[in-house]
């Protein structure tokens, strides 16, 4: 396959996963997005022009996330490697929980998308790549497609417990080997990995940030988390992240702000990790004593809140005196995302 274009263009949003109950599932996309512009070198070299967000901390070669991303994904899509100059203008804050690698990792390959000379008809495919090069699905769902998203894996083996079906031939059962072909005659469930469902957000529906001067990387906080849970725990996040795309959709007609409240509730992650981020647990509890809907955004350390209704001047107010005015924490106030990445050919 040849190159369509020489220079592409991509815009990517930021992303809140977990929404508190939702862990590794659910998602956001949220209105701060990097910029980043992609030019064909006539060499093979590699040169990364970083404006804003880590821009004294990314490498400048090809360990750099955007063109790692950008490599496999041209190999995917049969397109030659290259030299390329990159230039980016991130906003997104790393490390903090609002999906830069998603973000990084979705730029990259959305760019050789594009350069593929593909339009909307990948996006399915940048979902898929991109959440195999993260491995998990959650930040990337919502940066790929915006809005609210609910992502699983599907794995066959463990849709259908193998060893207890019946395997007589009327019942179609599934094989061990678990692939698709396995499942005979109709209905067909999904093919094994990962799938995504995107659910309407309403439109009073606001969320803020807050981002606090210091980082966690998802890698030690997912190192905190215990292998096993306890039953009551799960049952818990079972009812309220079964709620959140009705809070968040909030055409209903019932008390949202309550319903959103309980939505964000979690006993699965966020209290593990609390250690690794005192400061953020200290925030969000105090959020949600005062009845704001919070939780640590993605693996934190940023804390969200979601609210019906623009409730900035009384956050502004509850949060000035021990968080705000000691310039450890900003406050961002991000419309919803509801686009998604964009890809084109550019000038
Ligand atoms: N814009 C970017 N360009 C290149 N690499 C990036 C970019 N943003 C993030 N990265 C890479 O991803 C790492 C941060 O990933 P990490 O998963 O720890 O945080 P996060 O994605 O911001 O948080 P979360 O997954 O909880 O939302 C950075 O250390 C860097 O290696
Ligand atoms: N679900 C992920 C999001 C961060 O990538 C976690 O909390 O570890």
């Not at 929404?19 to 590794?24: A, E, T």
């Not at 991130?90 to 830069?100: A, C, D, F, K, L």
């Not at 990790?273 to 809907?293: D, H």
Request: proline share 6%; charged share 20%; net charge negative.
């Amino acid at each position: 396959m040849k190159f369509a274009t020489d220079v592409v263009k991509v815009s990517v949003p930021a992303t809140s996963a977990n929404l508190g109950s939702g862990f590794d599932t659910a998602g956001l996309a949220l209105d701060v997005r990097d910029e980043l512009r992609f030019e064909l070198l006539p060499s093979s070299d590699v040169e990364i022009e970083i404006h804003g967000e880590g821009e004294t901390t990314l490498p400048r070669d090809e360990r750099h996330l955007v063109i790692r991303s950008l490599r496999r994904a041209l190999d995917e899509f049969g397109l030659p490697q290259a030299g390329v100059k990159l230039t980016a203008f991130n906003r997104i804050p790393q490390e903090r929980g609002m999906g830069s690698s998603a973000e990084a990792i979705v730029a990259g390959v959305s760019a050789a998308a594009a350069f593929a000379g593909l339009g909307d008809e990948a996006r399915d495919f940048i979902f898929d790549l991109s959440a195999h090069i993260e491995g998990h699905p959650d930040n990337v769902a919502p940066a790929v497609y915006g809005g609210m998203t609910v992502s699983w894996d599907f794995e066959p083996n463990r849709e259908v417990p193998v060893s207890d079906a019946p395997t007589s031939k009327a019942s179609g059962v599934l094989s061990p080997k678990g692939d698709e072909a396995s499942f005979p005659g109709s209905p067909k469930p999904f093919k094994g990995g990962y799938h995504t469902v995107n659910y309407p957000v309403g439109e009073r529906i606001n969320a803020w940030v807050f981002v606090p001067d210091f980082k966690l990387s998802t890698e030690e906080a997912r190192h905190a988390l215990p292998t096993d849970v306890p039953r009551t725990d799960a049952i818990f996040n079972v009812s309220r992240v079964a709620l959140l795309p009705a809070a968040l959709g909030a055409s209903h007609g019932r008390d949202v702000n309550a319903m959103l409240f309980s939505a964000t509730a979690d006993t699965l992650h966020q209290r593990y990790r609390s250690s690794l981020m005192p400061q953020s647990w200290e925030l969000m509890t105090f959020l949600r004593a005062n009845g704001y809907a919070s939780a640590i955004s993605g693996a934190g350390p940023c804390v969200l809140v979601l609210h019906d209704g623009d409730d900035s001047a009384a956050l502004q107010n509850l949060l000035f005196e021990h968080w705000l005015s000691e310039g450890h924490w900003r406050m961002l106030h991000p419309a919803i995302d509801r686009q998604g990445v964009t890809y084109t050919a550019a000038e």
